[in-house]
């Protein structure tokens, strides 16, 4: 691998052999010749100056744009859509560098930061933290500085395990370790509390995914991902989730605040789109208190009419199955909600937060598998491949030149984090090299190589597989791994709260993004918007691509250098770190 050094001529590049000791003072390191051509290297590239980009203020310390709920009212948006997110009303609104709070420290390594965080890093008040009454909430401790999801005995609080059992066996399983040979794989937790049942989850090694509307205090994403437990913004109100149809293998709801019976059935007919055949539905809440041989609810009623089997009820728990035979769609039993048209499905694969859709999808697609005809190995087959309409040396290929990458990285990285990283308040440095970084971002993920990578690798991280929209839609071989992953548009802000992910990494976004025409400033600002402190991010891509990244990344004061790769393509690898700067 070969460092690029900076100039005063934007076409001058100088290389050096990395050698391991270059690195043991890369933090001394002077940027003055980065910032000598500055100026220069901004306007042959089009970057606007950013020198005068200022500090947010304290109220913009948790903010995420896209959810402001005043302004949604002011402009007219009424029945649950003024809490949805709506990007185009932010536009034009002042760019500024969010910083920590006050009080923020470096989250613990995991896995104590998974049952200890910092409270002050969160928002929530005591307020909130007491009168909090949902499963995952209500036994929280709350001592000093600290909030622990954790007994002193190391058993998880308020009988997520007994839960997780309960909801096993009303499945017809012996105990939770056998969910993987129910064909559960991968589950979305609606309304997730704090994470507590997704965190055990996860430790059946059940990729679980939080999701939970935007809060302004006492939010169930931010907490979850400050644990290191995956999660992500969105709401069942009037329009999709931004994922394909067919993805998740159980959608768990524990009194998540979700109105299922309300416009018409369209929220529960979003639920089944977004599950796989033989997929179970979980809810859990003194919402439905219906008994056995008494009036159906509204509920159940109609999960008769999309064509899912009620399971079992233990007290306040009660679970459905989603139908493994299309053509019960199309009987009279079902007959009052039609299958979408097969046109409509191909199209909605890549709309971008659609309506939410008054028809059965995915009916006829290829990927209609039963969850319980699938093996409990995450290896996709080349019958799957077939599905997917991939070949088998491009999977290989993605898998291969991420794992290359990763441990490039990785040896990169190591010695920048530990051989003179600042000490965390009240803590000691981790051991390397794996401790520092858990929630990692592929942007641009293709097929999800980097998160294979990770795991082959023994990385205690989990990655949001990101695929832009536009780009092929690879998000179905992406969940069919075990992986989670959403859509997104990169010339929006992402839905998550700020300073929430370790790694950022993405491979040809840049790139992409200029032939989209969307600022490349506004995404790095972004970037820097949802990265921790010490965070770090890698890009690779074309060298004006990323040499327009790097002083951007400059500007925005982040300790940025360029990689320059041996085999004298035109690739180049920008790697950046986030500083911790106080107010």
């Known amino acids: 691998m070969i460092i690029r050094s900076t100039s005063n001529s934007i076409d001058s590049v100088t290389t050096l052999t990395v050698k391991p000791d270059i690195y ?25 100056n950013l020198k005068d980009l200022k500090v947010c203020g304290k109220e913009r310390e948790h903010y995420v744009p896209c959810y402001n709920v005043s302004a949604n009212i002011l402009i007219g948006f009424t029945n649950g859509e003024e809490f949805d997110r709506h990007c185009e009303v932010s536009k034009g609104e002042p760019y500024c560098l969010v910083r920590p709070p006050k009080d923020y420290k470096t989250p613990l390594s995991w896995p104590v930061g998974r049952d200890v965080i910092w409270n002050e890093n969160v928002k929530i008040t005591k307020e909130q933290f007491l009168s909090s009454g949902s499963m995952t909430k209500r036994l929280m401790l709350m001592e000093e500085n600290q909030i622990s999801f954790q007994s002193d005995d190391g058993l998880m609080f308020d009988g997520v395990k007994d839960y997780s059992h309960q909801v096993a066996e009303m499945i017809g399983l012996a ?9 559960v794989r991968i589950v979305l937790d ?26 302004l205090t006492g939010s169930q994403v931010q907490i979850s991902l400050e644990r290191g437990l995956p999660a992500i913004i969105g709401n069942f109100n009037s329009r999709q989730l931004p994922f394909p149809s067919l993805s998740y293998d159980m959608v768990h709801c524990a009194e998540c605040g979700v109105l299922w019976d309300d416009k018409d059935g369209l ?28 009036m159906a609810s509204p509920i159940e009623e109609f999960a008769r009419k999309i064509c899912w089997a009620f399971i079992a009820q233990q007290e306040e728990t009660y679970i459905w199955q989603k139908t493994t035979d299309p ?5 009279s039993v079902q007959g009052t909600i039609p299958p979408c048209i097969e046109e409509r499905e191909r199209e909605n694969i890549q709309s971008y937060y659609p309506p939410l859709a008054s028809c059965m999808s995915g009916t006829t697609s290829k990927r209609w598998v039963p969850i319980q005809n699938r093996s409990s190995s995450s290896i996709i087959t080349s019958a799957d491949l077939e599905i997917y309409g991939i070949q088998q040396d491009d999977l290989n290929e993605d898998f291969e030149s991420s794992l290359s990458a990763l441990r490039n990285y990785w040896s990169l990285l190591t010695p920048l984090i530990f051989s003179d990283h600042p000490k965390r308040p009240g803590d000691e440095d981790p051991l390397p090299p794996y401790n520092m970084i858990r929630n990692v971002m592929d942007m641009n993920a293709r097929y999800g190589g980097l998160n294979a990578a990770f795991l082959e690798e023994g990385k205690s991280v989990w990655v949001m597989n990101v695929v832009p929209i ?34 950022l990494h993405a491979n040809g976004l840049l790139s992409y993004l200029i032939s ?33 990244a790097r002083s951007i990344a400059t ?9 320059d790769l041996e085999n004298g393509s035109n690739q180049r690898i920008l790697v950046c770190q986030k500083p911790f700067v106080r107010k």
């Not at 969307?518 to 770090?536: A, K, Q």
Request: glycine share 8%; aromatic share 10%.
């Open 470 to 503: 536009k780009a092929r839609n690879t998000l179905p071989v992406i969940f069919d791994q075990g992986f989670a992953g959403v859509l997104h548009d990169w010339c929006e802000p992402f839905p998550t709260y700020p300073l929430t992910y370790d790694m």
């Open 267 to 294: 929220l529960l007919i979003e639920a089944d789109r977004i599950l796989k055949p033989g997929g179970y539905f979980v809810l859990h809440g003194s919402s439905l208190s219906t008994k056995k041989g008494s």
């Open 327 to 331: 053509q019960c769609y199309y009987s």
């Open 190 to 215: 609606i309304g997730c509390g704090f994470g507590s049942f997704g965190a055990h989850l996860l430790s059946l090694k059940l990729m679980t995914v939080c999701m939970a509307a935007y809060e």
């Open 555 to 563: 500007q925005i004061r982040w300790e940025a250098r360029v990689i």
């Open 516 to 548: 989209e025409q969307c600022s490349i400033t506004n995404l790095l600002l972004e970037m820097d918007r949802i990265l921790r402190p010490e965070g770090w991010v890698v890009l690779s891509d074309e060298a004006r691509s990323i040499e327009k």
């Open 175 to 183: 105990s939770d370790a056998e969910f993987h040979q129910a064909g």
């Open 24 to 48: 043991a003072n890369y933090r001394r390191l002077k940027e003055q010749a980065l910032n000598d051509y500055l100026d220069l290297s901004s306007l042959s590239l089009g970057v606007s």
